[in-house]
């Protein structure tokens, strides 16, 4: 079973698909369809054709047992359908492309700001973090209320932007005013499309690409406590939804994972000795980079300490230096990491597993702080449990709070979304002036 998009498809090939075989997926006349032989030899496999909403759903089990009320999925594109809701099984709610999309309009500002990248699904990730840098207009915010969820090519519209700032020259010079505009729009739109399908205490599955933006999910889960995001929100979580649903459709067991996030079919190495954790303490405390590799690798876009690159977060030019070593754009975010029992000295806000919320940042890291940040932080941070990646992972520092545990994990440390003190909307790291997280 395989999600593909028809329209890569050799036009030979896309002739040979049944006219309704897409309509009856899309207005969900039949889950699955099965594809004629010659488009299955063309991908190498023989399957069938799937719902993307459909199989994005069952990626709820591998986090919580309940049974979810409500199931959301917002994507760029979907089948036709950027976004989907379920109340039990049955589809209550869907949209359609052509009145546009979250993933879709994230995507198209990206390349209106100039973001580089090698795929276009990195878009959207990056303008999260470069909207930061923007200064919310209130007067254009009040003015997009008047566009629900349902004019969603409005809300992204850069015409209408330059329309507001009377000229299109002046609305292009501030497009990154734009974008953290039109940004905390959408987040607010979408807690109130939450609320048109869900109570408060409703347990709400949400899943799709959208679904990795963690400014969002944040002002979501202040009013779905219960709202579940799994780590594999998006497309690669589509096969371990395929598998759900199949394993439904035949009455099998539940599919076990138990070592999950850490369940890619790739190579593992035995857990680190003592002899490798104190090593890899001195290269941290001497202010150095370390490559960690431990066990299988995460599922989903976030490290959790098994593919991570670590760091003591309180470095003045730590942020800097991250970003060259992965050779990423200088505004590119990053998390904190910090262990549960400390969590609530650092940070202000719910405890997340995955970093897939944000929070504000608490009290500063101790020492070694050559300046002194003004902005009021926000960061996305991994809160370690007392058993994550054990034995031998995590080792409390007894200098510093376990925000700096040795070694700290995953590829996230509090440095990122850096913005101008007046939007107040930063993020843990330094921003261009200060060093304190």
């Known amino acids: 079973m395989f999600t593909f998009d028809p329209g890569a498809l050799p036009a030979g090939l896309r002739a040979a698909l049944p006219g309704d075989l897409l309509g009856r997926l899309v207005t969900d006349g039949s889950k699955a369809e099965r594809l004629p032989a010659a488009v299955c030899d063309h991908r190498g496999a023989a399957g069938l054709a799937d719902q993307p909403p459909l ?13 979810p009320d409500v199931q959301v999925v917002i994507d760029g594109l979907g089948d036709t359908r950027p976004w989907s809701v379920y109340r039990g099984e049955a589809p209550v709610a869907r949209g359609h492309v052509r009145n546009g999309s979250i993933g879709w309009g994230m995507r198209e500002a990206g390349k209106l700001l100039g973001v580089q990248y090698g795929h276009y699904n990195d878009i959207a ?38 329309a507001w700032r009377g000229d299109a020259l002046v609305g292009g010079l501030s497009l990154l005013d734009w974008i953290a505009t039109v940004h905390l729009r959408m987040g607010r739109m979408l807690v109130a499309f939450f609320q048109r399908h869900a109570a408060p205490g409703d347990v709400v599955s949400y899943s799709g690409g959208v679904a990795q933006n963690v400014m969002w999910n944040s002002m979501l889960r202040a009013h779905f406590p219960n709202l579940v995001v799994p780590p594999h929100a998006s497309d690669e979580g589509l096969s371990l939804g395929g598998i759900e649903w199949l394993r439904r459709q035949h009455g099998l067991p539940p599919l076990e994972l138990p070592g999950f996030p850490f369940a890619q079919a790739d190579a593992a190495v035995p857990p680190p000795s003592g002899a490798t954790v104190e090593a890899a ?43 060259r070593v992965k050779r990423r754009e200088p505004y590119r975010p990053f998390g904190a990491s910090v262990l549960r ?25 101790p020492s070694r702080q050559s300046r002194t940040s003004t902005i009021a932080a926000a960061c996305r941070r991994w809160t370690a449990p007392p058993t994550a990646c054990s034995p031998g992972c995590w080792k409390p520092s007894t200098t510093a709070p376990a925000a700096r545990c040795s070694p700290t994990p995953a590829s996230t440390w509090p440095a990122s979304r850096s913005r101008r003190t007046r939007t107040m909307r930063g993020s843990c790291s330094p921003n261009r002036r200060s060093t304190r997280w």
Not at 138 to 160: K, M
Not at 301 to 318: E, K, T, V, Y
Not at 341 to 365: E, I, K, N, V, Y
């Open 55 to 67: 199989f994005a759903r069952p990626e709820h089990r591998m986090l919580e047992q309940r049974t």
């Open 125 to 162: 990730g990056k303008v999260m973090g470069l909207q930061a840098y923007g200064t919310v207009d209130p007067g254009y915010l009040a003015w997009l209320d008047r566009f629900g969820f349902e004019q969603l090519r409005d809300i992204w519209s850069v015409e209408h932007w330059h």
């Open 281 to 323: 303490t001195r290269l941290l405390a001497a202010g150095k980079v370390v490559g960690w590799y431990r066990g299988h690798g995460e599922i989903g876009p976030r490290a959790s300490g098994n593919r991570s690159i670590l760091m003591d977060p309180r470095l003045p030019q730590g942020k800097d230096l991250l970003n």
């Open 341 to 365: 029992r400390l969590h609530d000295t650092h940070f202000a806000g719910a405890q997340d597993a995955f970093m897939l919320q944000s929070c504000r940042c608490g009290s500063p890291a």
